[in-house]
């Protein structure tokens, strides 16, 4: 057997998976000597811990601060007795997000009162929320910061202090196979059920050349895979100046030699960014595309602004331009004011689509929303939003499973995401999006070319490694 670093292109493949999103991702070394001139640098003989929570923007944000931490020579450590100074980097999207929260700050206060960990910081959307003050005080935290100020995190581990300039501009850490490459922050849209406008604001898009010089950077040093990151992607545009984000995708695919983005919104995904996925050698030929419900009453409670046949519409195009491609989704059951009769449009469109995967959520309210309103007056019941759940879900892996298994018997190019696990396989993504477990002792980023052999809902199996 033997590996390429470089991959084929998809012409030679295609695919691609469900991404398994890396939480608190571990950089190879322990320990960094940073802080450049030739003096001792600030955290040089200590520790540092990052915990990650939530979506791929949370990923990125702590890929960033890691940078500072490393910067400033601390070492890092996976467990919170072994750090000098911890960092949550959190999510708020799910109800219970701050109890889960409270339930590390409490383990925090504990090991910060036998002196093991020195300081503690709150950072992402726990951190800009409004229980953030409340929860300073009740756990003694060192330092809270939003989503828009992680710059401020430089001068906490010793580093000079950063001038705010755009955020996704600190440098995220270099010369891992995959990076994040952030290109537009906060959401304009006001979904009903979403907190993410309150916590993140509204958009903001970051120039194209800064984008494209980030991306040279990053394959300068090795990186072979960039994803490019934002809470409604498609939605980037030029400030002052007609480009979209199809232009700017097709930049970056000229840049690199393999690509892709989330999270798309329907409103904003033009027909022509569907098509340069077929067309691009380079783009990773899956589409993430949230529609959350089926039903056009649902969508507009929701504040969505399509239609369930404007979705379609859009699925069309990209079954066309792409035909071996993955389509995942987002789907919502139980949001205040589902029927009966709602929940089979969400069924047949399901059906209509025949998604290669869904992350299928049951409605929870968060305050401060409008559906945290609505859900006073109008709530689903628990046991009919558990069944429609349940029913959403095996109709997603029921068309996924038969997709899947469609593949069995081709020969697939297959980029590796994460090296040999302990049965022995590793786990890589084809070039149309499939997620395949292959026996190879193949490095993370480089690729194998490998028959499927089996398939399940979730995942492809492949045999030994042709080439
Ligand atoms: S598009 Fe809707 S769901 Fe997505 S981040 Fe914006 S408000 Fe939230």
Redesign the pocket.
């Known amino acids: 057997m033997t590996s390429t670093t470089n991959g084929a292109g998809k012409a030679n493949g295609r695919a691609g998976s469900p991404v398994a999103v890396t939480l608190g991702k571990k950089p190879s070394a322990g320990s960094f000597a940073g802080g450049g001139g030739g003096g001792v640098a600030p955290g040089a003989g200590k520790t540092a811990c990052i915990r990650t929570f939530g979506c791929q923007m949370n990923v990125h944000d702590s890929d960033r601060m890691r940078r500072m931490i490393r910067d400033a020579g601390y070492a890092e450590v996976e467990r919170y007795e072994d750090a000098d100074v911890v960092v949550l980097n959190t999510c708020y999207v799910r109800e219970n997000a701050v109890d889960r929260v409270r339930g590390h700050l409490g383990e925090l206060s504990r090991l910060k009162k036998e002196g093991r960990v020195k300081k503690v910081a709150l950072t992402g959307c726990v951190g800009a929320a409004k229980e953030s003050s409340e929860l300073r005080n009740t756990y003694g935290i060192d330092l809270v910061l939003g989503t828009h100020n992680t710059y401020e995190l430089a001068e906490f581990v010793g580093l000079p202090g950063m001038e705010e300039t755009y955020t996704p501009d600190l440098p995220g850490t270099e010369g891992d196979h995959q990076a994040f490459v952030t290109i537009m922050t906060g959401?304009n849209?006001?979904?009903s059920y979403?907190i993410?406008?309150t916590v993140r604001g509204r958009m903001s898009c970051r120039p194209m050349e800064s984008v494209v010089d980030e991306v040279r950077r990053l394959v300068g040093s090795g990186t072979r895979y960039v994803t490019l990151l934002g809470?409604?992607v498609d939605a980037w545009r030029e400030k002052e100046g007609a480009r979209r984000f199809c232009d700017l995708l097709a930049r970056v695919a000229d840049e690199a030699p393999r690509v892709w983005f989330t999270t798309s919104?329907p409103s904003n995904m033009e027909d022509r960014t569907l098509k340069l996925i077929g067309e691009k050698e380079t783009i990773v030929g899956r589409l993430h595309l949230p529609v959350q419900s089926g039903s056009d009453r649902m969508l507009r409670a929701m504040h969505r602004g399509y239609k369930s046949d404007r979705y379609r519409r859009k699925i069309e195009v990209f079954r066309e331009a792409v035909p071996d491609g993955t389509l995942s989704t987002d789907i919502i059951v139980g949001h205040p004011g589902e029927t009966e009769a709602d929940h089979e449009e969400t069924l047949r469109l399901v059906e209509d689509c025949a998604f290669d995967s869904a992350y299928v959520f049951k409605f929870s309210p968060r305050k401060g929303t409008e559906g945290a309103r609505l859900a006073s007056e109008v709530a689903v019941p628990d046991d009919i939003a558990q069944k429609r759940f349940l029913e959403v879900l095996r109709a997603v892996e029921g068309s996924a499973f038969r997709r899947n298994r469609a593949k069995i018997g081709g020969v697939e190019e297959i980029y590796v995401r994460h090296g040999r696990t302990g049965d022995g396989r590793a786990i890589g993504e084809t070039w149309s999006g499939h997620a395949v477990h292959v026996p190879t002792g193949a490095r993370p980023g480089e690729y194998v070319t490998a028959r499927i052999e089996g398939a399940g809902p979730h995942v492809l199996y492949a045999g030994e490694p042709v080439s």
């Open positions: 959401c849209y006001q979904c979403c993410v406008p809470q409604t919104h």
